[in-house]
């Protein structure tokens, strides 16, 4: 059984506005980095400046994202009168004054040099802790909770390393951190995934075994659905080409599968969805398009009659 959606054409374009604020965020950014990187010996982890008074921080989830990308947003003072340089590394968490939220873990490590009185906005890069928990929302708070258990670090670690911040991290975090089977290290990325696994098979003395066939749609995302199947396409035009990834999601914000992960444009062009409603069988679901960890398309499915 087959149900179909046609969905509205979508219109992704890169105003010039848009692209030199984005180039001036990015050419501030460098900047604070160059004046760090000629000092690095004198960088000051953030736990001890927030203990110390020296700095304050004020954390929110970031709505323009998801969990596995940029999650967070941080603004960040200085509440000195001389330059301090802030270091938060890969590995370091923060966790929601809302339990329902995802604890999430940093997974690029974050150099600032902050002038004096100076605040200045960061974005992180990270990934959730907690699967069953909601994304973070804008309206959701954090505070640091110090660094991660030592195999998790390694695995932000690698994952800042080779730079990982997407769905194949993502399942290989939670598949650490949940302790599952390593076959749950799964993307359209394939060679993503293989490294993954054999990273966390080393780290955890885990072998690296298939999914049970009565599990392999879930973990196989090229595999087709079998019972009932949802489906359909959404037209998209983009002035320039991007790398995307192309997924399911939860209601609360929860990645679920990915459709595709590649490059996308420029130009007109039709992304097609499907997934099987007796494997996925909530009333509500959200296809997400996200590029450079930014939430391009966002549009929600329902079967509630809303």
Known sequence: MKYSLCLNRFI????????MRKIASRVFTLVLLLVFSSGTAFAIEFDD???????????TGNDESVHYAIPLKIIIRNNTSSTIQIRIPAGYTFHPDDSSYQNIIVTNTILLALAPGRSAPIEVYGMCMESSDHA?????????????????????????????????????????????????VTSLDTSAAYKLQHFLADLTGKPILPA???????????????NVSVGGEVEIHTSSVMQVQWCLFSEDGILLREMYNGPLGPGDVT????????????????????????????????????
Not at 49 to 59: D, F
Not at 165 to 177: D, E, K, R, V, Y
């Open 49 to 59: 400046l927030l203990i110390s008074g020296k700095i304050n921080a004020y954390a």
């Open 136 to 184: 973070p929302e804008g309206e959701a708070r954090y505070t640091s909770a110090g660094m991660a258990e030592p195999k998790i670090v390694k695995l932000a670690e690698y994952i800042e390393e080779n730079k990982y911040f997407n769905p194949a991290g993502q399942n290989a975090m939670w598949t650490l951190i949940e302790d599952r089977p390593l076959y749950e």
């Open 271 to 306: 992304l097609e969805f499907e997934y099987d409603a007796q494997v996925y069988d909530a009333p509500v679901y959200y296809l997400k398009l996200v590029a450079d960890g930014e939430i391009i398309y966002n549009r929600r499915l329902a079967f509630d009659n809303d």
């Open 12 to 19: 992704i374009s890169t105003p010039k506005t848009q692209v």
């Open 212 to 226: 049970p066939e009565e599990e392999a749609y879930l973990y196989n995302y090229e595999e087709r659905p079998s």
